[in-house]
């Protein structure tokens, strides 16, 4: 197995640093997005109480009967707001679709901006009302922690560090509860049925809280697959592909996916709540200039962040 660089960040380092500090934790998100597009986060603002209270809130939403969580599925949000049942997402590329179910959050716009009018409001699930809140204090935490980690991308890509900040305001950013439930019947499965077939995300950055067991791993430029483990209460960050693309393949959106348990971990469920961090629709992905040169050609057709993700959304079938 080759060397990985994942290194494990103080996010503190940068908001309350000194110069130098700060540019260090630039350097070094930038060199592990150029060579793995991954690294794991300390300081990020989510206490170990909050994290507890998610993951307990989010157990009890899947425990809801049935019936009761199909009211809150609506097709016409194309998995965008509430609960998506299991079977409806399906890895690009792949034919089976994924062993999970989820439930998304979306932005809460207060300060009367516009795209309001772009966003479906969220579905709030009445049985839980704890979930509500919780969820909505997570998907701020997070929200606040990922533009900051864009603020120190901004820097290490020689752009002004708020070069971002206009545009993930309000952004149309997701918060996913995940739900990799039992697998009873491992004999009966399709042979590439996995928890989360391999993809890449959509996104700008993807922040992931620690997930409730292992099973996450990324494909190396050698073609291994490497598990991504994070240290109690870290939160793992990586690319997506609206970065990769902005960026014309500097900054990596690496392959990944979450493996099978092993057989006599196959009866327990597995949870995970990631962030995925979207910019406005109207954002300009068109290649940074400083980005292209002779022995990087442009690679990407222009287009917006809005049109790059109803894109994706059809190609996983979450859009008809």
Known sequence: MSFVNIPRLDLNMYINGSAEQRKRFSDEIGKAFNETGFVTITNHGLSKELIDKLYEQVKSLFNLPE????????????????????????????????????????QTVTDGDPVKNEYPENLVVTELPEFNTTTREVYQKLEAAGKTLLRAIAIYLNL???????????????????????????????????RAGAHEDINLITLLIGASADGL???TR????????????????NVGDMLQRLTNNKLKSTTHRVVNPPREEMGKSRYSVPFFLHPRSGMDLTSLDSCIDADHPKLYSDMTAGEYLDERLREIGLKK
């Open 217 to 219: 791993e990324l494909l």
């Open 67 to 106: 019936d009761i969580k199909l009211k809150y599925e609506k097709a016409e949000l194309a998995g965008q707001r509430g609960y998506t049942s299991k079977g409806k997402e399906t890895a690009k590329g792949f034919r089976v679709p994924d062993l999970k179910e989820f439930w998304q959050i979306g």
């Open 222 to 237: 050698e073609g291994e697959w490497f598990p991504v483990k994070a240290h109690g209460e870290d939160v793992v960050v």
């Open 160 to 194: 002004p560090e708020s070069y971002f900040d206009d545009k993930v305001h309000n952004g149309n950013s997701i918060l996913r509860t995940l739900h990799y439930f039992p697998i009873e019947n491992p004999d009966v499965l399709p042979p590439d049925a996995v």
